[in-house]
């Protein structure tokens, strides 16, 4: 069973910039994909990014396009989400999910929530 930490959250202003970080303990994420959840107040968790399992390939929802970045460095067993122009919709706590034993981008985004690692999540709040 592998453990999973987020850091990196705050409080930050409309247009700033944070980086996430996802790392992990007790099983190498070397081999999985790793996806980052977001779940904002009155709102269901909601899918953010996802990478496979060497990095050659992620996937982002609409809303964060072109705004947030996914990179993972299997070396030292973490993954990253950096976000850049923030905006006070994306205040929400954020969470970092690891597939069981799949290690592609399907294994993320179309996995029941049960089939994942889940960390405890790192508070994201966005000031306007």
């Known amino acids: 069973q592998v453990q999973l930490v987020e850091s990196g959250g705050g409080l930050v202003q409309t247009g700033g910039s944070l980086r996430l970080s996802c790392t992990a303990s007790?099983?190498?994420?070397?081999?999985?994909?790793v996806g980052w959840f977001r779940q904002a107040p009155g709102k269901e968790r909601e899918f953010v990014a996802a990478i496979n399992w060497g990095g050659g390939n992620t996937y982002y929802t609409d809303s964060v396009q072109g705004r947030f970045t996914i990179s993972r460095d299997n070396a030292k067993n973490a993954v990253y989400l950096q976000m850049n122009r923030l905006k006070p919709e994306d205040t929400a706590v954020y969470y970092c999910?690891?597939?069981?034993?799949?290690?592609?981008?399907?294994?993320?985004?179309?996995?029941?929530?049960?089939?994942?690692?889940w960390g405890q999540g790192t508070q994201v709040t966005v000031s306007s």
């Open positions: 007790g099983r190498t994420l070397g081999y999985v994909s």
């Open positions: 999910a690891a597939s069981r034993a799949g290690n592609s981008i399907g294994d993320i985004v179309q996995a029941p929530p049960a089939n994942l690692n």
